[in-house]
Nanobody, 128 residues
Framework: QVQLVESGGGSVQTGGSLRLSCAFS????????MAWFRQSPGKEREGVAT??????????YYADSVKGRFTISRDNLKKTLYLEMNSLKPEDAAQYYC???????????????????WGQGTQVTVSS
């Protein structure tokens, strides 16, 4: 059984940086697609970034809105997922969720429907 616990959220000013972490409990962490999603009040949950399973190399996928500003990474020894967020904008403010799934169709790597394991989320606030 997979459990995911996010941390690292907080409040920053526009242009600031944050690093989110997601601790994975369970086995075969390296075999999972790992992802970050976010959701603001009144909006649908949207994909932010996804990293593929690690069998020697990884691929990363990003939403257009965060390309060049956010970086997703994984540490297989620590079984931890990270999201480095730079140049934060007010529109990045949201509840950020970590998600995991062993097999994800490439068409669904940034779609919530592709993932079956979710954390409780961590809040990111960006003030102007």
């Amino acid at each position: 059984q997979v459990q995911l616990v996010e941390s690292g959220g907080g409040s920053v000013q526009t242009g600031g940086s944050l690093r989110l972490s997601c601790a994975f409990s369970g086995s075969r962490y390296n075999a999972y697609y790992m992802a970050w999603f976010r959701q603001s009040p009144g909006k649908e949950r949207e994909g932010v970034a996804t990293i593929s399973p690690d069998f020697g190399s990884v691929s990363a996928y990003y939403a257009d809105s965060v390309k060049g500003r956010f970086t997703i990474s994984r540490d297989n020894l620590k079984k931890t997922l990270y999201l480095e967020m730079n140049s934060l904008k007010p529109e990045d403010a949201a509840q950020y969720y970590c998600a995991a799934q062993e097999n994800v169709n490439r068409d669904y790597v940034l779609r919530p429907v592709g993932f079956g394991n979710w954390g409780q989320g961590t809040q990111v606030t960006v003030s102007s």
